[in-house]
């Protein structure tokens, strides 16, 4: 991604969460980290983040969605010995739909991103509006995708080690090769 | 403390995270924690609470303070073979003087509870306002008291085994013996 577009989802961010009263740093601010997943089509499958804390332990995210993007398929593998990432996911704002493994939904309400659909296998939803929450198991398959107006989700983990996330879709790179 | 005494700081802690955006489930608001440590005087040495999530590997929760309320000190020792509790407070709303081992500030924000002043014994301030955040290190002394409009604090943290924390004062109780 360019420069300026990172800047641009960067402010985007920052402007979500000021509607919901979340406060960052001005550090923070700068370090929010913006994923296209390599992809080049951040409004469609994108997220937009920042790391309040990550060590041997646990992690802490703020994550925001913008008005229906998707966080591609992915799941956290064992690794180095653990059992692999388990995620809470906590809805503060907006409303998001979390597809993981089990019983696929009849009639889903999010959007698949479209020319992606090979790469989305998993289609068991649970709705998280704001105060709603759910923890995924290590090792599991699982995509989401905000509503119109967005998403704010906060995100209690083990260590985060995004680098060894595998990603259904083969091409994607979690960890940008450059910054451009 | 009597159910009446109970239910009212559990309405003033909706109050406040409502003034911050904070929501909470109907099942969560039936469960925030009041903690008055067995002392009697919640509005001075108190604590109110909610676990969002608390397994084998992280927890996270939410802290509110009622103005110029104080946790009183307290670590979390090595415990069932792991190092001890590690918890990241973050401030999201209000202003929190937090106070730890380590060299002595000398005229500090805070004013220790009045009667109880043998029981504070680390005086290392760090003022936390909305955005700001430090983390503690396991079996560290440390406590902390929000300032004249209460504080809102998220905490991230390695697993919480309430009952083995050790506090200063030797009258805490902090695991209720009834729930009157
Ligand atoms: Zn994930
Ligand atoms: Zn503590």
């Keep these: 991604m360019q420069r300026v577009e990172i800047e641009k989802a960067q402010q985007k961010m920052i402007d979500y969460l000021d509607t919901a009263g979340i406060v960052l740093t001005e550090q923070e601010k700068e370090n929010i980290e913006i994923a296209d997943f390599g992809l ?81 296998t998993v289609y068991h939803e649970i709705e998280l509006k704001a105060g709603d929450q759910y923890t995924i198991p290590p090792n599991t398959l699982h995509w989401f995708q905000a509503a119109e107006n967005g998403a ?20 994607i790179k979690r960890v940008p090769e450059t910054n451009g």
């Excluded at 804390?53 to 998707?70: D, G, M, P, R, W």
């Excluded at 993981?100 to 009849?106: D, I, N």
């Excluded at 983990?157 to 996330?165: I, Q």
Aim: glycine content about 6%; aromatic content about 10%.
């Design 40 to 120: 080049g089509q951040l409004e469609e499958q994108g997220l937009e983040l920042i790391t309040y804390i990550n060590n041997e332990h646990y992690c802490a995210k703020e994550l925001v969605l913008f008005s229906n993007q998707t966080c591609p398929e992915h799941k956290h593998p064992p690794v180095l010995g653990s059992e692999g990432k388990t995620e809470t996911f906590r809805c503060r704002w907006g409303k998001v739909w979390l597809y993981v493994e089990g019983e696929p939904t009849p009639s889903i309400k999010a959007t698949v991103p479209q020319g992606s659909e090979a790469h989305y």
């Design 152 to 171: 704010i989700v906060s995100e209690f983990s083990t260590t985060s080690r995004d680098e060894y996330d595998i990603f259904t879709d083969p091409r």
